[in-house]
């Protein structure tokens, strides 16, 4: 569930995802259950630091390779995950060309829209 932890919570669902613009700390006071995670995506440092408040899990780090406003680029990338000791997962981007770059960074995983689409081939 995405930026609706109340509703997170009375689905009973087993956590929720907070973007990267949701800057409230409000749903660290709500009563949840205890393997409930939290999830985030950030952009920079200063994003990453509100997720850790947050207590997020995981944060999805965009952009990794989509050359967006918030591109990183592997470097970077690799910068910012340091800085952190929460799992990291990467964003934006990911293609079968260049998923093999993923193993060149401290990534648990990666996430995408585009990566799982099904290309139409034809008309």
């Known amino acids: 569930m995405a930026n609706n932890i109340k509703l997170s919570i009375k689905l009973n669902l087993d956590g929720a995802y907070i973007p990267s613009f949701n800057k409230k700390f409000s749903h660290l006071n709500y009563l949840y259950k205890k393997n409930f995670l939290f999830l985030g995506s950030a952009h920079n440092l200063k994003e990453m630091r509100i997720k850790e408040k947050q207590n997020v899990s995981e944060i999805f780090l965009s952009s990794i390779f989509k050359k967006n406003n ?54």
Not at 73 to 79: E, F, P, T
Not at 81 to 90: Q, V, W
Not at 97 to 109: A, D, F, R, Y
Request: no cysteine.
């Open 70 to 123: 918030n591109f990183l680029g592997i470097n970077k990338y690799n910068l910012l995950s340091r800085l952190t000791n929460k799992s990291i997962i990467a964003l934006g981007g990911v293609s079968k060309e260049n998923m093999k770059l993923i193993n060149l960074t401290k990534s648990k995983g990666f996430a995408g829209i585009s990566f799982f689409k099904s290309k139409k081939k034809g008309p």
